[in-house]
């Protein structure tokens, strides 16, 4: 698990540590390992050139004291000084001391376009807003890939927004502990490729993170796994009520998400039962109401559900139940508060960004720049679980606890009907057992890796066929 923390949290580390530590220490080991993430970018050290983006604060003072080590093992290093009067003192000496030079910011364009590699260290993870003015030009004339010390510049490190112009990372490395920002869009992707160096945090760090980003190990210890003598019903049976006359292949799609997803058995409730069993012989299905296709271990309701007297009444039926829900597209229109925070069974809601902006009541642009922020509004406002998708997917609870961020999407799932498969999947993983947050994540890193595995272009059906396969790969870790 990648755990990040909050600049409040890691800073508070840093202090108790230094008072530990001669002065300096903390310093010299981030420098340490910001030269060594250089020199593997950069396939060797002697005879480059490495430009230094230096601001006023220790940051910066990283980005120095990592020049000077390149410098000895012969870079060579010029530091672009954008606070000249204000550079770390002790790192500028400590460059200075190798015969590097150090430059002011309009006398820089030079050394930045004969960079072959270019260190961001303008601002550290206590910048707010994006890059000022003469930051910003500089980062426009580098010609080289930029290497970033803790965070991009121009990123908030607490909630992965993007308020301005701002460094984008060929690879970022981070000190101590990973920061919000890296792992949330839209600042995860500014940050490339991530590097995380160990100066000692981790025994001042608390237990408990503010954000989670699971791998494979993590997902693999919940993955349902059968015991010889259980049966088709103690696996769990999933109910799927989806799609309509108009939407047929939303039934089917979900469906076929439900199938691979650990759950015993299948039970379909709704318009396209002809089309389901006809693709999925196995499943069970029904014409009828949910109320009326037996009993389930848990509902997926929404896809393709479109807007009508048939599919609000679904939807009152589903949320009545009292076995855990998962609610996504058409069910997320027909819903209020009232009714969601009412239940005693979990409740997962699972919208995109315009979705959630209209459960919000704001607009998709707020909740796409503020991710974080929108998916622990709609946590609490709805005392739910909630899944918001987007190239990031994040899970938080109303609980409280830390947020998962799911690192294997890709932009190969934006195709037509891939959330609907993703929607019988985290059905099928709560029908087995597994809680609100894990069948939610579970199934957000099992449809990425499903996405990167099926064959281009990509259709939301090879999706679903590919699921077989991620399940295999994060099972054998």
């Not at 909740?367 to 946590?379: D, K």
Request: proline share 5%.
């Amino acid at each position: 698990m990648r755990n990040a923390y909050s600049v409040e949290t890691v800073r508070s580390a840093e202090r108790e540590l230094m008072g530990r530590l001669p002065e300096g220490t903390l310093m010299r080991r981030a420098a340490a390992g910001l030269a060594a993430a250089a020199a593997d970018l950069l396939g060797r050290t002697y005879g480059t050139r490495i430009a230094l983006l230096v601001g006023s604060g220790d940051n910066g003072g990283d980005a120095l004291y990592a020049g000077a080590r390149l410098a000895r093992r012969g870079a060579a290093v010029t530091a672009v000084l954008l606070s000249p009067d204000r550079a770390h003192r002790a790192g500028l000496a400590a460059l200075r001391a190798t015969g590097s030079r150090a430059v002011a910011a309009d006398r820089s364009h030079g050394a930045l376009q004969r960079a072959d590699l270019v260190i961001d260290g303008i601002t550290g993870i206590g910048g707010k807003g994006g890059l000022r003015p003469e930051a910003a030009e500089l980062v426009r004339a580098a010609q080289a890939p930029i290497l970033a010390v803790d965070l991009p510049s121009g990123v908030d490190a607490d909630t992965g927004e993007v308020r301005g112009e701002a460094v984008r990372a060929l690879a970022t490395v981070t000190f101590g502990a990973y920061k919000p920002g890296l792992l949330i869009d839209p600042a995860r992707t500014h940050a490339g490729a991530l590097r995380l160096v160990d100066i000692g945090l981790g025994p001042y760090l608390p237990a408990e993170p503010g954000i989670e980003a699971p791998q494979h190990t993590d997902v693999a210890r919940l993955l349902p796994c059968p015991n010889p003598d259980t049966d088709k019903y103690r696996r769990g049976v999933i109910g799927v009520a989806a799609g309509s006359a108009q939407y047929p292949g939303a039934a089917v799609l979900a469906v076929a998400g439900a199938l691979r997803g650990g759950a015993g058995a299948v039970r379909y409730a709704g318009a396209a039962a002809d089309q389901v069993i006809a693709r999925y012989p196995e499943t069970l299905v029904s014409t009828g109401s949910p109320a009326k296709a037996g009993r389930v271990q848990a509902w997926a309701i929404g896809p393709g559900l479109g807007a009508t007297a048939e599919s609000e009444r679904a939807v009152q039926e589903v949320l009545a139940a009292d076995v855990p829900v998962l609610i996504d597209a058409d069910g997320l229109r027909l819903l209020a508060p009232a009714q969601v925070r009412a239940r005693t069974a979990p409740t997962l809601l699972t919208p995109h960004a315009g979705e959630a902006a209209v459960l919000l009541g704001t607009s998709r642009s707020e909740v796409e720049s503020g991710r974080l922020t929108a998916v622990r509004a709609l946590a609490e406002r709805y005392a739910a679980t909630v899944l918001l998708k987007g190239s990031t997917t994040l899970v938080a609870d109303s609980g409280g606890g830390p947020v998962r961020a799911n690192p294997t999407g890709t932009s190969q799932l934006a195709t037509a009907g891939s959330g609907d498969v993703l929607t019988g999947l985290i059905g099928s993983l709560l029908a087995a057992g597994l809680a609100a947050r894990d069948a939610a994540f579970v199934g957000a890193y099992l449809h990425g890796i499903a996405g990167r595995i099926a064959d281009e272009p990509v259709a939301a059906s090879d999706v679903a066929a590919a699921l077989t396969a991620a399940w295999q790969e994060v099972r054998g870790a």
